[in-house]
């Protein structure tokens, strides 16, 4: 008998989740948050050949469907437990993951005896990529595309597409309804986790400036001027952003209308990490294309930026009105050896749209070479409504230019048997009408 109660202890004991060392050290120091992670199902969905087999607006509904009956399955034991503990839990399912709220020392250790393979650890936080803001004035009168928007060759793009048809969205800090060059472009989703507005507004200036480099309609801002925009303030007004609302919005843009065809993600932080890798699985298994800035932690090597720094997306360094990299950008290989960044895109001493209803600011950061990036692929995507991710990545990065490398380009490694594609440029600076075959 006593045999059998130590074999029991020891299966518990087994069985039971994992405690990140540095969430205990929180709460003991008065943290009350966390996040319970489960096994992750994408794999799962991607399994699935039913859904696999659907197409539009039919398979996002049964992945969404599926995600949700899955995770929440999963998820039901632990909900059940934390509850008859006092604690308060918040479910997603773009991500298998619980945020649980109200923890203690002692509640935290009775959550994770339960038996299950989970682990219980720290919120992930990410932030805007430090950009340096320049000059900020009034519109001027002119027209003319600005110096990034034409260097990789909108204006010639235009004459086929100017975006119609095509949806971007934007997790940001928010974005500036009330601005000329934005507001004409609004599609009418808008989801704010943070403060609760009824429409999008943006205190920060950032997610603005992005939008603008998008699809901006005055000053020569936009990339992409015909297609229209949805947001989700994944971001608060000091430019932080939890996990549990980054995935609230990546849920969001799942189940918008209208639903988006590229998300703009100009955030991260850190290398390696992996947690963000669900969320765009979702997106990628809807026939959403997801863009990130590589991050401004440059010009070493080894210093590419989480989520942009992982696999199933499309990541953009940022460069110069020489065609140089910017000393900023971060630069590849990835922790896991990956090629990063793929592609890059003006990223220094961009004008876009402000807080104002017609101001503009100058901002330099990788921040701004991803919308660049996230307006040629509505571009392309325009002109070619039934491409995959697989035909626009391709399509970007095989006709990409290929400037001339200085010797700190070559230094993080030269993947193949020439300069290109390399860990500073990826496959090269992004020419939106040689994509197109122009």
Known sequence: MKLLIVLAATLAVAYAGTVEHALQVAVENGETEAILELPQIMAQVEANQALQSLTGDAK?????????????????????????????????????IVLVK?????????????????????????????????????????????????????????????????????????????????????????LDPYYSTAGPTDQQGHGSHCAGTILGRANGVGVAPGARWIACRGLNHQGSGTEAVLTQCAQFMLTANPRPHVVSNSWGGGSGATWYNAQVSAWRNAGIVPVFAIGNSGASCRTANSPGDQPNLISAGATTNTDAMATFSSRGPSTAGLLKPEVSAPGNNIVSCGTGANNYVTMSGTSMACPHTAGAVALLLSA??????????????????HPTLSNADRNCGLPGSGDFPNHAFGHGRIDVAAALGL
Do not use: C
Request: proline share 3%; charged share 10%; aromatic share 8%.
């Open 60 to 96: 996002v509904s049964a992945l969404v469907s599926t995600l949700q009956g899955l995770t929440s399955a999963a998820q039901a034991p632990f909900i059940a437990i934390a509850s008859s503990l006092g604690l308060e839990t918040e479910q997603y399912w773009a991500s298998n």
């Open 102 to 190: 109200g923890l203690t020392v002692e509640k935290l250790a009775s959550l994770a005896a339960t038996a299950g393979d989970f682990t219980i650890r720290k919120q992930n936080i990410a932030t805007i990529n430090p950009v340096v803001k320049h000059a900020e004035f009034e519109a001027n009168s002119t027209q003319n595309p600005q110096w990034g928007v034409a260097q990789i060759r909108a204006p010639a793009a235009w004459a086929r597409t100017t975006g119609e048809g095509i949806v971007a969205a934007i997790i940001d800090t928010g974005v500036n309804l009330g601005h000329t060059a934005l507001s004409a472009g609004y599609a009418g989703a808008w």
């Open 384 to 401: 070619n409504p039934s491409w995959t991710f697989t035909e626009v990545f391709n399509a970007l990065t095989t006709s990409a230019a």
